[in-house]
């Protein structure tokens, strides 16, 4: 029988080789379909604004959170936007009935490919 962390890592490397599969068309497709494939995976796209005084000025969102699954197991990828409202982290996470979110470890092609991923939203809309 898997433990919780075994089950936990078992989704977070299947979400990870899906989301490799979404974002390696990327790299010569000129027609959209990979990015608009990238689009429609995803259930919702949010994005957080910093603390600010009301009435104050702020340069817009700078957290975003992709959610890719919901239920038992629940997919996300959440990071900070830079200045321009780009994605300049992409952090993958995965949850599962009464447990927290984890991440696990990533190489940089993982990285490489969850930025690419999440650079396909538009976030400063």
């Not at 990238?38 to 600010?52: F, G, K, N, T, Y």
């Not at 952090?91 to 092609?109: H, I, R, S, Y």
Request: hydrophobic letters at 40%.
């Amino acid at each position: 029988m898997k433990s919780e962390k075994d089950r936990l890592a078992e989704t977070f490397r299947s979400a990870m080789a899906a989301i490799h599969e979404m974002v390696e068309p990327l790299k010569n497709d000129d027609s959209g379909e990979a990015r608009e494939r990238i689009l429609e995976d995803a259930l919702s796209v949010e994005v957080r604004e910093p603390w600010h005084s009301p009435g104050g000025t702020h340069d817009g969102p700078c957290e975003y959170r992709l959610l890719l699954a919901t239920g038992g197991p629940a997919v996300r990828i959440t990071g900070r936007l830079d200045a321009c409202h780009e994605p300049e982290t992409a952090v993958l996470e995965v949850q599962d009935w009464f447990l927290p979110w984890a991440a696990f470890e990533t190489n940089l092609e993982d990285d490489e490919a969850l930025l690419a991923y999440a650079g396909s939203f538009v976030f400063n809309g």
